[in-house]
């Protein structure tokens, strides 16, 4: 496999300076950020934070214009009998669904997200991908989440990994993206690691965890090790680098945790929609529904939110 | 590496609420007297002390003091339990009295946490997740003993050696309290313990609960005190087997009072453990171990990893990690959920602590401490690291017993090695490398009783603990552990 | 208070236990079993090679969970099976007695069941201990040799006893890891059954322990045959039949493990050996050096 005609400005990083991951000392890292105790004021900062940090998702075969619209129907109206409450940060679509949701959004300050490069395989030729990625920036997203090669990555061609990415982000232009790097595929936390390394110096503005599309997705195992490695990436460049961990997270409970763990790895800096997002869907209810049992004290039900 | 430019921001922005765990569910008596034969009797000169809380300097109860008439007493009970029915019930009969008072420490777990976080400092977090469960499941483990010992000793039959004095410290009370109760009772002895004068209050509160398993009386007898209340039961005619752990300071003068009587004793004492961290590490878990080495219970651990050895080659990355890593500590109220580092068990203790930081500094070490915030009243320390001192300073000789990391670095595997033994004591170490054959080598070399490769202060009934040199004599936990309890014989 | 003669009391349906679930025998069969009088004391499944093909599935999707669970937490569940049975020993001693016991002897059987629950909870966390070492190789490397489970076994329980020697041929198996399928007694299968329901009780994940009642006859073979089963422990049955066990267990090179004439009362027929049954041995080899 070969990239053909492409410059690209940034160096393939040497993996093999890349710190090894012990997958037991991961879990009790882990282990030990479920088990902060969030309560009153702080769980309801954390809550409204976890809302304005969601990417509401549909990624499915049988999405239509009519669906991608009452998606982004509740990213604008997320449960107006509640309010003051934050909006979502994005809608995340497939490219051909991009003109629905812009238009829906037109005058709210929601972003469209759209997955480009053959997701959720990826298994295409680069002109395909790019193709896919310059049909979504064209119609008008704000940000592109792609996917990267995790067969070339198994098989070692990391140069190929690489430039695959410098040149979907050229493709990109200012548009921001977001590189998927399919966790659950790479195996273990070492090559999470050195496919988070590899992202950024590509140029990923975001590394994410999943296309949330095969299981496992997103954990906090995984999603430790990538915020790890933007911390020594920040320290090596000066650059930051958002993350975005996606699927399996439908609990306002675990979003929290995930918010602990950001806290207390990265940093204040880290903690806003422009570094940090949830690629989920149901989780915004339960969020909702967390919020008004703090406020009235009452544990909620499903019925009183919508579900789109 | 970061530099002002790119600092991470840790303080500010989104903060933990308070988050206190209950204590309207605990019960804790005004006073309290000694356990002696099955009953709670007052002690023979009437005198009583307080227990404080070393997070505010209140008082939670009071106790008594024994002296050396109720010692006598208690030895009393515990060879008439012993010669009656202790020795005559059948083994496995034994074993499920142990088992109910694991079962009973089960059901009071979250009271029992309460109560140790209270009455030492410990955060409610450790006492919860650490502290109870490894008390309760000590005393699962030995309970299956009671009936298997034909096993534990190829061609010897184990007999019990009769009445044991144990005296235990204050930074795990409870389960200092189950490491030497349960593998006793398993072997057939019966007790006579004393908990430290700072922390008595669990072993109270375990005292209840034996009452509560239906022990017969004298089996297991609890008596309060202070120094000399130890000294009287570890030097007690009538005492078989002598169990302490606390410094190697008393320790010695222990060994020295049994000289030339025919107690059997067993020492765990103290440490200062070598942490070694080899460029190949996997970097951030091993910085996630440094700090489990010696924050982990405000660092008042024998076998705390108080020396770090960082290959030079990432020093500078790890004590970057490191420092980071300490400014998310929360330093505070025990009883806060959130807290990691609680109070400093004593003022005393606290004292000892700050004037090593003196002497450190004195030394010519460089001292860094997180930044946040601790409370007025009470006795605490941030945690601390030295950079800048080597094998000849105070700090990294002495035991500090707080949360103080005195750092050096190392070139090769050897220098790590010599310097890690380069010690009295021989309690603990640790290895943290990505390399298996290199762990190996390692933890072959290293003088120390336990060693952890690629993890720190893992603790369970199963694995034997003890020291080499200075750090003591016998081991406990596992099957070791039996040796410290059981005489043998020629096989029948 | 009531009147006993007016009211009828529900008769129990004694079923099998396959992954956790209380079905019926698939192949709708049934014997009955009769008291010394020849009254009729219920109806038992009379299991089918299909129900035994169910519970090897069952038993084996179980395995590799119940062998990772901690050597604590599986003593602690089996320490829970004997509180459960501890409860419910009416029951047991009541099904004892109409399978011929005398009371005293029933009592004193499920006690020693209780016990022998006891102790082997007991050695989930102590076996590994005495049975594994650490090797002194002649060359730089540690090596070091444990016990695993070996999988899943078959086990045909004695038919002289009705509950105690259904029990020790049951937790020596799991305690080390295994997960079983069991055959109970012909003659006494009652308390098997409600054995099934203690297990139910006590956090035993589905498909450790699966319980079929039966005949020998019919099912002896598909125990000793069937190729995902690693062991298969018989007890008693004659010479004819351990015969054709050991033939058939030679087609996937299954443990044959014979428990011949035990008196399953005595402590003697307890021991940490019983667990070694049904565990191999792994060794590995790791060099040391920098």
Same mark, same amino acid.
């Given at each position: 496999?070969?990239?053909?005609?492409?410059?690209?400005?940034?160096?393939?990083?040497?993996?093999?300076?890349?710190?090894?991951?012990?997958?037991?000392?991961?879990?009790?890292?882990?282990?030990?950020?479920?088990?902060?105790?969030?309560?009153?004021?702080?769980?309801?900062?954390?809550?409204?934070?976890?809302?304005?940090?969601?990417?509401?998702?549909?990624?499915?075969?049988?999405?239509?214009?009519?669906?991608?619209?009452?998606?982004?129907?509740?990213?604008?109206?997320?449960?107006?009998?509640?309010?003051?409450?934050?909006?979502?940060?994005?809608?995340?679509?497939?490219?051909?669904?991009?003109?629905?949701?812009?238009?829906?959004?037109?005058?709210?300050?929601?972003?469209?997200?759209?997955?480009?490069?053959?997701?959720? $395989?990826?298994?295409?030729?680069? #002109?395909?991908?790019?193709?896919?990625?310059?049909?979504?920036?064209?119609?008008?997203?704000?940000?592109?989440?792609?996917?990267? $090669?995790?067969?070339?990555?198994?098989?070692?061609?990391?140069?190929?990994?690489?430039?695959?990415?410098?040149?979907?982000?050229?493709?990109?232009?200012?548009?921001?993206?977001?590189?998927?790097?399919?966790?659950?595929?790479?195996?273990?936390?070492?090559?999470?690691?050195?496919?988070?390394?590899?992202?950024?110096?590509?140029?990923?503005?975001?590394?994410?965890?999943?296309?949330?599309?095969?299981?496992?997705?997103?954990?906090?195992?995984?999603?430790?090790?990538?915020? #790890?490695?933007?911390?020594?990436?920040?320290?090596?460049?000066?650059?930051?680098?958002?993350?975005?961990?996606?699927?399996?997270?439908?609990?306002?409970?675990?979003?929290?945790?995930?918010?602990?763990?950001?806290?207390?790895?990265?940093?204040?800096?880290?903690?806003?929609?422009?570094?940090?997002?949830?690629?989920?869907?149901?989780?915004?209810?339960?969020?909702?529904? #967390?919020?008004?049992?703090?406020?009235?004290?009452?544990?909620? $039900?499903?019925?009183?939110?919508?579900?789109? | 590496?970061?530099?002002?430019?790119?600092?991470?921001?840790?303080?500010? !922005?989104?903060?933990?609420?308070?988050?206190?765990?209950?204590?309207?569910?605990?019960?804790?008596?005004?006073? %309290?007297?000694?356990?002696?034969?099955?009953?709670? +009797?007052?002690?023979?000169?009437?005198? %009583?002390?307080?227990?404080?809380?070393?997070?505010?300097?209140?008082?939670?109860?009071?106790?008594?003091?024994?002296?050396?008439? =109720?010692?006598?007493? @208690?030895?009393?009970?515990?060879?008439?339990?012993?010669?009656?029915?202790?020795?005559?019930?059948?083994?496995?009969?034994?074993?499920?009295?142990?088992?109910?008072?694991?079962?009973?420490?089960?059901?009071?777990?979250?009271?029992?946490?309460?109560?140790?976080?209270?009455?030492?400092?410990?955060?409610?977090?450790?006492?919860? =997740?650490?502290?109870?469960?490894?008390?309760?499941?000590?005393?699962? %483990?030995?309970? !299956? /003993?009671?009936?298997?010992?034909?096993?534990?000793?190829?061609?010897?039959?184990?007999?019990?050696?009769?009445? @044991?004095?144990?005296?235990?410290?204050?930074?795990?009370?409870?389960?200092?309290?189950?490491?030497?109760?349960?593998?006793?009772?398993?072997?057939?002895?019966?007790?006579?313990?004393?908990?430290?004068?700072?922390?008595?209050?669990?072993?109270?509160?375990?005292?209840?609960?034996?009452?509560?398993?239906?022990?017969?009386? !004298?089996?297991?007898?609890?008596?309060?005190?202070?120094? =000399?209340?130890?000294?009287?039961?570890?030097?007690?005619?009538?005492?078989?087997?002598?169990?302490?752990?606390?410094?190697?300071?008393?320790?010695?003068?222990?060994?020295?009072?049994?000289?030339?009587?025919?107690?059997?004793?067993?020492?765990?004492?103290?440490?200062?453990?070598?942490?070694?961290?080899?460029?190949?590490?996997?970097?951030?878990?091993?910085?996630?171990?440094?700090?489990?080495?010696?924050?982990?219970?405000?660092?008042?651990?024998?076998? @705390?990893?108080?020396?770090?050895?960082?290959?030079?080659?990432? @020093?500078?990355?790890?004590?970057?990690?490191?420092?980071?890593?300490?400014?998310?500590?929360?330093?505070? =109220?025990?009883?806060?959920?959130?807290?990691? +580092?609680?109070?400093?068990?004593?003022?005393?203790?606290?004292?000892?602590?700050?004037?090593?930081?003196?002497?450190?500094?004195?030394?010519?070490?460089?001292?860094?401490?997180?930044?946040?915030?601790?409370?007025?009243? !009470? %006795?605490?320390?941030?945690?601390?690291?030295?950079?800048?001192?080597?094998?000849?300073?105070?700090?990294?000789?002495?035991?500090?017993?707080?949360?103080?990391?005195?750092?050096?670095?190392?070139?090769?595997?050897?220098?790590?090695?010599?310097?890690?033994?380069?010690?009295?004591?021989?309690?603990?170490?640790?290895? /943290?490398?990505?390399?298996?054959?290199?762990?190996?080598?390692?933890?072959?070399?290293?003088?120390?009783?336990?060693?952890?490769?690629?993890?720190?202060?893992?603790?369970?009934?199963?694995?034997?603990?003890?020291?080499?040199?200075?750090?003591?004599?016998?081991?406990?936990?596992?099957?070791?552990?039996?040796?410290?309890?059981?005489?043998?014989?020629?096989?029948? | 208070?009531?009147?006993?003669?007016? *009211?009828?009391?529900?008769?129990?349906?004694?079923?099998?236990?396959?992954?956790?679930?209380?079905?019926?025998?698939?192949?709708?069969?049934?014997?009955?079993?009769?008291?010394?009088?020849?009254?009729?004391?219920?109806?038992?499944? *009379?299991?089918?090679?299909?129900?035994?093909?169910?519970?090897?599935?069952?038993? *084996?999707?179980?395995?590799?969970?119940?062998?990772?669970?901690?050597?604590?937490?599986?003593? &602690?569940?089996?320490?829970?099976?004997?509180?459960?049975?501890?409860?419910?020993?009416?029951?047991?001693?009541?099904?004892?007695?109409?399978?011929?016991?005398?009371?005293?002897?029933?009592?004193?059987?499920?006690?020693?069941?209780?016990?022998?629950?006891?102790?082997?909870?007991?050695?989930?966390?102590?076996? &590994?201990?005495?049975?594994?070492?650490?090797?002194?190789?002649?060359?730089?490397?540690?090596?070091?040799?444990?016990?695993?489970?070996?999988?899943?076994?078959?086990?045909?329980?004695?038919?002289?006893?009705?509950?105690?020697?259904?029990?020790?041929?049951?937790?020596?198996?799991?305690?080390?890891?295994?997960?079983?399928?069991?055959?109970?007694?012909?003659? *006494?299968?009652?308390?098997?059954?409600?054995?099934?329901?203690?297990?139910?009780?006590?956090?035993?994940?589905?498909?450790?322990?699966?319980?079929?009642?039966?005949?020998?006859?019919?099912?002896?073979?598909?125990?000793?045959?069937?190729?995902?089963?690693?062991?298969?422990?018989?007890?008693?049955?004659?010479?004819?039949?351990?015969?054709?066990? &050991?033939?058939?267990?030679?087609?996937?090179?299954?443990?044959?493990?014979?428990? &011949?004439?035990?008196?399953?009362?005595?402590?003697?027929?307890?021991?940490?050996?019983?667990?070694?049954?049904?565990?191999?041995?792994?060794?590995?080899?790791?060099?040391?050096?920098?």
């Amino acid at each position: 496999m070969s990239v053909t005609a492409i410059k690209t400005t940034s160096r393939i990083p040497d993996l093999s300076t890349v710190p090894a991951v012990d997958e037991v000392g991961v879990n009790e890292r882990v282990a030990r950020f479920q088990s902060r105790s969030i309560k009153s004021s702080s769980k309801v900062e954390a809550l409204k934070l976890i809302l304005s940090m969601i990417d509401l998702t549909t990624l499915e075969g049988m999405d239509t214009p009519g669906k991608v619209r009452q998606l982004s129907q509740k990213a604008i109206h997320l449960h107006d009998a509640m309010p003051n409450l934050p909006h979502v940060a994005a809608v995340c679509v497939y490219p051909m669904m991009v003109p629905v949701a812009k238009e829906t959004l037109k005058g709210h300050d929601i972003n469209v997200a759209s997955v480009a490069t053959a997701f959720p $395989s990826g298994m295409s030729s680069l #002109q395909v991908k790019l193709d896919d990625t310059r049909m979504a920036v064209d119609a008008g997203a704000n940000e592109i989440d792609m996917v990267i $090669s995790r067969g070339a990555f198994l098989a070692g061609e990391f140069a190929y990994v690489f430039d695959e990415i410098a040149a979907v982000k050229e493709a990109c232009g200012d548009v921001h993206l977001k590189v998927i790097l399919e966790t659950g595929e790479l195996g273990t936390l070492d090559r999470v690691r050195r496919a988070s390394v590899l992202a950024m110096h590509a140029g990923a503005d975001f590394i994410k965890t999943s296309t949330g599309k095969i299981q496992p997705a997103a954990t906090m195992q995984v999603t430790l090790v990538m915020l #790890q490695a933007i911390k020594d990436y920040y320290y090596e460049t000066g650059r930051m680098v958002g993350m975005k961990p996606a699927g399996g997270i439908s609990t306002a409970k675990l979003a929290v945790h995930y918010l602990v763990m950001l806290r207390e790895t990265l940093g204040n800096a880290w903690m806003t929609p422009e570094w940090f997002r949830f690629g989920a869907s149901s989780l915004a209810n339960d969020v909702l529904m #967390q919020l008004r049992k703090q406020s009235t004290g009452i544990y909620q $039900s499903a019925d009183y939110f919508s579900q789109d | 590496m970061a530099t002002p430019e790119n600092k991470l921001a840790f303080d500010g !922005g989104w903060e933990y609420a308070a988050a206190p765990e209950s204590t309207d569910h605990i019960k804790v008596k005004k006073r %309290y007297g000694l356990f002696i034969d099955g009953n709670f +009797i007052a002690p023979e000169k009437g005198r %009583y002390f307080d227990t404080i809380n070393p997070a505010n300097e209140e008082k939670l109860s009071r106790v008594a003091m024994a002296s050396q008439l =109720d010692v006598d007493k @208690a030895v009393k009970a515990a060879r008439k339990a012993y010669a009656g029915p202790w020795s005559r019930m059948k083994p496995k009969e034994r074993g499920k009295y142990i088992y109910r008072i694991a079962r009973i420490m089960q059901e009071r777990a979250r009271e029992f946490a309460a109560i140790e976080s209270l009455d030492g400092g410990k955060p409610i977090r450790e006492s919860r =997740d650490v502290d109870v469960p490894l008390a309760s499941a000590h005393f699962f %483990y030995y309970a !299956g /003993w009671a009936d298997k010992l034909e096993y534990a000793f190829p061609g010897r039959t184990a007999k019990a050696l009769g009445v @044991a004095g144990q005296v235990i410290p204050w930074n795990f009370p409870l389960l200092m309290a189950a490491w030497k109760i349960a593998p006793a009772l398993a072997c057939g002895n019966t007790v006579v313990l004393k908990p430290a004068e700072t922390t008595p209050l669990t072993a109270m509160k375990l005292a209840e609960v034996i009452a509560d398993a239906g022990l017969p009386g !004298g089996v297991v007898n609890i008596i309060t005190g202070a120094g =000399d209340t130890g000294s009287a039961l570890v030097t007690h005619p009538d005492v078989d087997k002598v169990a302490f752990t606390g410094s190697t300071n008393v320790g010695r003068i222990i060994q020295r009072a049994l000289a030339g009587s025919n107690k059997k004793y067993t020492l765990e004492l103290g440490g200062k453990a070598a942490n070694i961290i080899f460029a190949d590490a996997a970097i951030d878990q091993a910085v996630e171990g440094i700090v489990n080495g010696i924050f982990f219970n405000q660092g008042h651990v024998c076998c @705390a990893g108080s020396r770090l050895f960082v290959q030079e080659s990432v @020093a500078d990355e790890v004590v970057q990690k490191l420092k980071d890593r300490m400014e998310t500590l929360i330093v505070g =109220d025990p009883m806060d959920k959130n807290t990691d +580092i609680g109070a400093i068990n004593s003022r005393m203790q606290l004292e000892k602590i700050e004037s090593y930081l003196e002497i450190g500094q004195q030394e010519g070490g460089t001292m860094h401490q997180s930044s946040c915030s601790v409370p007025d009243a !009470g %006795y605490w320390c941030r945690p601390t690291i030295f950079t800048g001192v080597s094998q000849s300073n105070r700090v990294v000789q002495e035991e500090i017993f707080g949360p103080v990391l005195a750092i050096q670095t190392f070139r090769t595997y050897s220098e790590a090695m010599s310097k890690a033994n380069n010690t009295p004591y021989g309690l603990s170490g640790g290895v /943290w490398t990505d390399k298996g054959s290199k762990i190996f080598k390692m933890t072959q070399g290293l003088r120390a009783g336990v060693v952890w490769a690629n993890t720190f202060n893992k603790f369970d009934p199963t694995s034997p603990f003890g020291g080499y040199k200075e750090s003591g004599v016998g081991r406990e936990g596992g099957l070791h552990g039996l040796d410290a309890y059981t005489k043998l014989g020629a096989k029948k | 208070m009531s009147n006993k003669s007016q *009211r009828l009391p529900i008769a129990k349906t004694y079923k099998i236990y396959i992954d956790g679930k209380f079905p019926r025998t698939e192949s709708g069969r049934y014997f009955a079993l009769e008291n010394k009088k020849g009254a009729v004391i219920a109806n038992i499944c *009379r299991g089918s090679r299909k129900d035994f093909r169910n519970a090897v599935v069952a038993a *084996r999707k179980a395995q590799t969970g119940w062998a990772k669970a901690s050597a604590y937490l599986r003593g &602690q569940i089996v320490y829970r099976i004997a509180e459960m049975l501890e409860g419910r020993k009416e029951q047991f001693v009541a099904e004892l007695v109409l399978q011929g016991n005398t009371r005293r002897a029933a009592e004193r059987e499920v006690d020693a069941s209780i016990d022998r629950l006891i102790y082997y909870a007991g050695w989930a966390d102590k076996y &590994q201990q005495i049975f594994s070492s650490v090797n002194p190789v002649n060359s730089s490397h540690f090596n070091f040799s444990v016990l695993e489970p070996t999988g899943v076994v078959s086990l045909i329980a004695p038919d002289n006893s009705g509950l105690i020697g259904l029990i020790s041929n049951i937790v020596p198996a799991i305690v080390g890891g295994n997960t079983c399928v069991v055959l109970a007694s012909e003659q *006494r299968p009652l308390c098997a059954v409600s054995f099934a329901e203690v297990l139910h009780a006590s956090d035993v994940p589905a498909g450790v322990v699966n319980i079929l009642t039966g005949f020998r006859s019919e099912l002896t073979e598909q125990f000793a045959s069937h190729m995902d089963v690693n062991a298969i422990a018989y007890c008693d049955g004659g010479k004819k039949a351990a015969r054709t066990i &050991q033939e058939l267990a030679a087609e996937n090179i299954k443990h044959a493990i014979s428990r &011949q004439q035990v008196d399953w009362l005595s402590d003697d027929a307890a021991s940490p050996y019983r667990i070694r049954e049904t565990q191999e041995v792994k060794t590995t080899w790791h060099p040391i050096g920098t």
